[in-house]
């Protein structure tokens, strides 16, 4: 099968790759480039697990194909930290016991990044909104809204 | 978090110093950095994707399988078949002893619910053996077929399942579990009211994030490692060694973090055909259910109907209970003899009935075999009793919680299935209810204890 050259910056590095023509970003990301953040939990654009963001937008990894991703920025869940210090939206799942099995978390995360990145001081309503693709089967909403509140919480205390 | 200690006030004087504490849980760091490693996080060179061609009939006899276009199909490797299979029939629970095997790890003769798994094709990617898999021509007879616990008991029902020549399962003690304590009749005869009740539910999907999947390695030592997210590893080691007729020391099961299971990922559906498909080809195999599978395919909780008669005395006791219960185990077996026992034991709920009948039945019919799912066999009981409780209370003019108070069970209460009640909590728990929810109940209810008898 035809293969084509993906190549786009991923988290900050220059990546390469190339991939069967028509496989998805989801694809690329976990089979070549080594980043299973990511998850794919439906392969449809139904449950947000492979939320990633490409230059700046949320975008359905499971829904983009790689070879539309040239040039990009590409950042994921992997990427969000610095070095061992999390990135608040991090921090604030783990306090708030935002997770249990864990396979929602990267994708929601990065929604939940993207909101922050555009509205630093979200209210409840923006919260759910920003998360109303994600899908989580185990924790509850709630733990998940409260810890994107606190993470926006503590990113104005510390810019204060 | 606010923890009661009276009712400990006995044993413990010290101070508790981890309960009641909020801890971080110990996996939580990966979940947040995307670093913990689910099945699915593996690629191996080379790795072969298996799809399966499933039923599309609930009920129907196989006359012939033709596989010939789809292995001319470009990137196909392989296409299995029941003959490849080892040990094609099992059931899951044979490894303590409840059996008949029922259940063919890939069709043979028959199949017996729409979804169930025929041809396996393996492929060089995914899309090429969906591809290869629409291409299998399997010529059904289609037959009647049996779509609820109502038409599975009918006397001239089809039969859905051969291995069981009826459409429930026969236990050793019977046509159903039985429950029998005091004199049921007895009890009706002196209540003051009876109330008669049916319920029913629908099956229901666990819809894990995680789709059911594993992923198989042939290894230079002859042994296969299996990465899977099943929630039952030694099940799956031991029925795969029993399906795949390959000593247990040959299989190296690896699991780790499950993407949410909740009782769904107990079956054994995916394991032993990718290990045989691992073998036969010699290559890594990768069998992950597609979200379409999880939601159609994969054992949901299974439909119960559930028939309750109570009689129940003017001053709030309920002095006979009769059940009749009715589990849809779908076409197999799998937990569900063990689900409808369970539930058996547990019709009498949390309460000290004098006389109980209970008979409780897994039934078969050509629907999605049902399997584990959260307190499977007792969840859907719990709803349907607790509904009792409050008409029950309702009949004769009782605030419910009261009517609760007055049956609950306590300490050195016999239980109907023979088990002495100890360590109950049941009566502090609802006095903390009863204040933290603002229903007042009776002061006589405030001083009872679960330890002691009043009177
Ligand atoms: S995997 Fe992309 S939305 Fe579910
Ligand atoms: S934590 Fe399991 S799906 Fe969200």
Partial sequence: ?160 | MKLSKSYFADERTDDFVEIGQPRPRSDIRGHVTGRTAYFADRTFPGLLHLKMVRSPHHHARIRGIDTSEAEKHPGVARIITAKDVPQNLYTILILIQVGPEDEHVLAEDKVRWKGEAVVAVLAETARAAEEAAAKVKVDYEVLPAVLSIEEALKPDAPIVNEHHGRNYYLYDSGECRKVRFGDAEKGFAQADHILEESYSSGPIEHAPLETSGCIVTPEANGRFTCYTNTQAMFFTLDNASIILQMPGHKLHMVGGTVGGGFGGKVDVTVEPVAILAAKLTGRPVSFIYSREEEMQVSSPRAAEKIVIKDGVMKDGRIVARQVMAYIDAGAYSRHSPYGAQKSAAHFPGPYTIPNVAIDSYCVYTNRTPSSAMRGFGVTIGDFALEVQTDKLARLIGMDPLEFRFINAYRDGDMKAHRQPTEGAALIECMQEASVIAGWPVDERFMKMSSQTREG
Avoid at chain 1, 69 to 84: F, K, P, S, V, Y
Avoid at chain 1, 98 to 127: H, K, S, W, Y
Avoid at chain 1, 131 to 150: D, F, H, K, M
């Fill in chain 1, 1 to 160: 099968m035809a293969k084509v050259p993906v190549q786009f910056t991923l988290n900050g590095s220059e990546r390469a790759e190339f991939v069967e023509s028509g496989s998805t970003l989801l694809a690329a990301l976990r089979d070549k480039m080594g980043d299973t953040s990511p998850k794919g939990g439906c392969l449809q654009g139904t449950c947000g697990a492979c939320t990633v963001m490409v230059d700046g937008e949320l975008r359905l990894s499971c829904l983009t194909l790689a070879e539309t991703c040239n040039d990009a920025q590409i950042r994921t869940t992997a990427g969000l930290a610095n070095g061992e210090v999390l990135h608040p939206l991090q921090r604030a799942f783990e306090d708030a016991f935002a997770a249990q099995c864990g396979f929602c978390t990267p994708g929601m995360i990065m929604a939940a990044a993207a909101l922050l990145e555009r509205n630093p001081n979200p209210d409840r309503a923006d919260v759910v909104e920003a998360i109303s693709g994600n899908v989580c089967r185990c924790t509850g909403y709630e733990p998940i809204i409260q810890a994107v509140l606190l993470a926006a919480r503590a990113n104005s205390t510390s810019a204060a």
